[in-house]
């Protein structure tokens, strides 16, 4: 048996190896490897936050996580408010309007879930948040962020002292985890909502130039269920999302993808005029007449990148009278047609949409059958698909029922649902088809474009393609591209979307949810996502995939775009103010535990 005086010589060796650790950590923070957290030398003293937040208004937040009121011993413990919390916990609206809050637990580092016997800090979650509601706030937030030496800056500027990691928080709506990180200062525009009117066209700022058609300006923190209703008073409405918390100023620099873009192009393509808050800590307007390159950048190139977007103007359409199917065919999973059947109906997605046909199916691998309450197994497709400008079920029947025959006809053993609904305007429609997907777990996500000769060319290609990429049990093949986003004219010329967005015709996406306060699981999750996407990415090689949902990059995401775009980034963005990962430029940086180091 070890004696006791040893394992107490052993006990304050570890306890000495810890604090030392700790103490290397800081000081190692705040140099000019690594930017600043709590304790570091060059953290800014409480009068300089003091007078940040008098600058400001009074807007300088100092939050705890919304998980914190289910803590004994946390100053914000609520034995009454822990329930509420908890029973929300799975949706979007109380972590979109909380300042620090993510929609999936991975990203916080499962810092501070509303469990009582998991463990609790703010360790994951920004230390400060300014509350921004007007361009100015967000200025100071930048002027007050990272270092930059004067050479970097304007004459008339001082250089900035402090070596704070900035980050930039909309409604938290991120696959990718951009919007939260440790020991950093955020800027929180969740609260900048506006919408103005242009009933009898748009003059870009500065431009000689007259755009017909009814556009709006919609502050950065318009969420899409906002920016729906608002041009439903006018019978209009957008390109947009179909989560109800998606944010504009995300969804326009990611590209954005919609049910309604094989119709009439995507989000960016839509886009007149954009402010910003540029890494030199100016305000300033982006269009086809001046700072182009940002235009252009900042059209599908990401966010929390170039600049912090504070409003966007975009064009409005007519709002079309839908109709819809809700359709779903299954079989058991052990039929060995199953897959034939599903690859034959995704096969014939290009000539649905070329046919004016757009949606949100969703293959489903081997899961539990709701019918039986789960004793058996089933696989097939769920899903969503509209027809625009009709409200006769037989415009949308036309095109899919022959696809439903033919499998009925082919492969035995499926069973079939339809339903037709149908709404005098896109806004009805969307009140009752948002996404009502839950959050509040831990999770990721990969994705992948697929085109025409994916789907049709070799059927036993896309067979092994869609059987692998759906193997964790379920994969989108959402209809959102095709014959608008090919044929869109973006306004001053191209955007930065991935290239392959023209050829697209179907957005495929799987995610793995996983166990929080689990490394191995996270890990494994990690591996399986990149697994499933190898299977289309063999599949289309010449693919891309979606901004927000991929666990690849810089080819991945943006193509031969991407040169362009870190030009753009080293020159607006010399000393890397604005840093996330995977973001355009993040190749010097890393993050190092609750450091963000230069490599």
Not at 539 to 564: C, I, K
Not at 570 to 591: A, K, L, N
Request: proline fraction near 6%; include cysteine; hydrophobic fraction near 40%.
């Amino acid at each position: 048996m070890t004696p006791t005086w040893f394992r107490t010589l052993l006990l304050l060796s570890a306890c000495q190896a810890i604090e030392s650790a700790h103490l290397g950590r800081v000081r190692q923070a705040g140099t000019t490897t690594c930017k600043a957290v709590p304790g570091s030398e060059d953290w800014p003293a409480p009068g300089t936050w003091k007078a940040l937040n008098e600058s400001i208004g009074g807007r300088l937040l100092q939050p705890t996580p919304l998980g914190a009121v289910c803590h004994p011993g946390h100053a914000s413990y609520s034995p009454g408010q822990c329930p509420v919390v908890q029973a929300a916990w799975f949706t979007e609206p109380l972590h979109s309007d909380d300042p620090v809050s993510a929609y999936w637990n991975n990203w916080s580092r499962d810092t501070c879930l509303p469990d009582p016997r998991a463990p609790c800090s703010s360790d994951g979650y920004p230390v400060y948040v300014v509350n921004a509601t007007t361009a100015e706030h967000v200025k100071a937030g930048v002027d007050f962020g990272p270092l930059m030496p004067p050479s970097r800056l304007d004459v008339s500027k001082q250089a900035r002292k402090n070596n704070i990691r900035l980050i930039v928080k909309n409604s938290g709506h991120d696959y990718l985890g951009r919007s939260s990180a440790p020991n950093s200062l955020s800027i929180w525009v969740h609260h900048m909502k506006s919408i103005k009117t242009h009933p009898d066209g748009f003059s870009p700022t500065n431009c000689n130039v007259a755009i017909d058609g009814l556009a709006i300006t919609a502050a950065a923190g318009t969420q899409m269920l906002e920016a729906y209703r608002a041009t439903a008073l006018l019978n209009r409405t957008v390109v947009g999302g179909n989560g109800r918390t998606v944010a504009l100023g995300g969804f326009m620099t990611g590209g954005g993808h919609s049910i309604l873009a094989p119709h009439y192009g995507m989000a960016a393509d839509q886009v007149l005029e954009m402010e910003l808050v540029t890494p030199g800590g100016d305000i300033v307007i982006a269009n086809e007449c001046q700072n182009t390159d940002l235009f252009w950048a900042m059209r599908g190139g990401g966010g929390s990148t170039f600049g912090v977007l504070t409003s966007v103007t975009i064009k409005t359409i007519p709002s079309p009278q839908v109709t819809t199917l809700d359709f779903a065919f299954s079989t058991a999973a052990e039929n060995p047609h199953a897959f034939d059947a599903i690859t034959y109906f995704v096969s014939k997605f290009p000539d649905l949409a070329d046919a004016g046909v757009s949606g949100y199916p969703i293959i489903f691998n081997t899961v539990p059958n709701t019918s039986d309450g789960g004793r058996t197994l089933v696989t097939g497709v769920v899903g969503k698909v509209i027809k625009l400008h009709t409200r006769k079920a037989s415009e949308i029947l036309q095109h899919l029922d022959p696809l439903l025959a033919h499998i009925n006809a082919t492969w035995p053993g499926f069973a079939f649902f339809t339903n037709i609904t149908t709404h005098a305007s896109f806004g009805l429609w969307y009140e009752d088809n948002f996404d009502p997907s839950p959050v509040g777990f831990s999770s990721v996500m990969s994705s992948r474009l697929l085109d025409r000769d994916a789907l049709t060319a070799d059927l036993n290609a896309t067979k092994r393609g869609l059987e692998r990429f759906s193997a964790g049990g379920q994969a989108t093949v959402y209809i959102v591209s095709g014959k608008g986003v090919r044929d869109a004219r973006p306004q001053g010329g191209g955007t930065a979307v991935h290239p392959s967005w023209r050829r697209a015709y179907v957005h495929a996406t799987a995610t793995v949810n996983f166990a929080s306060l689990d490394a191995a699981a996270r890990d494994a999750a990690i591996a399986q996502t990149k697994g499933f996407a190898a299977g289309l990415r063999d599949l289309a090689p010449d693919m891309g995939a979606y901004v927000n949902e991929a666990s690849n990059w810089q080819q991945t995401f943006w193509g031969d775009n991407y040169a362009r775009l870190l030009q753009i980034k080293r020159r607006v963005d010399p000393e890397d103010v604005f840093w996330c990962t995977p973001c355009v430029g993040s190749e010097r940086w890393r993050e190092v535990d609750d450091l963000l180091c230069r490599i």
